[in-house]
């Protein structure tokens, strides 16, 4: 269940960060990162979502994204959890989920907050 500060609406711009359950590292090499990127790809294209920036920390992942239709995070997180998870079974043989339950969502409404957020994605990766 994501913590969203407000509703998601269509078109909507959302700074989303998913942790990685008790803050343990989510990706153990390239070949990981690869999937999770893979799937947020096609998950992105599925629900319609436009990615503008991204960063994949060991323990975290940022995501900016746009919305074409509403509740479109609640679709689009899910979706990429559940297809790297299939990556880290078939890989590892990798049984539970390496990420928290909820994830954070932050609208972003100003166009320069947007930059802002951008930038501050970017640095972290």
Do not use: K
Not at 30 to 55: F, G, I, K, N, S
């Amino acid at each position: 269940m994501p913590r969203l500060a407000c509703p998601e609406e269509a078109h909507g711009t959302l700074h989303v960060v998913q942790r990685g359950r008790a803050r343990s590292a989510c990706f153990s090499r390239a070949p990981d990162r690869t999937a999770y990127l893979r799937a947020l790809r096609e998950c992105a294209e599925c629900e319609q979502c436009a990615v503008h920036a991204y960063a994949l920390m060991g323990n975290h992942v940022h995501l900016l994204f746009t919305l074409a239709r509403p509740a479109g995070a609640a679709r689009l997180m899910p979706a990429i959890v559940e297809r790297y998870a299939r990556h880290l079974a078939t890989a590892y043989g990798h049984a539970d989920s390496v990420w928290e339950d909820a994830y954070d969502a932050t609208p972003v409404h100003a166009r320069r907050h947007l930059f802002a957020t951008m930038r501050y994605i970017e640095r972290q990766g």
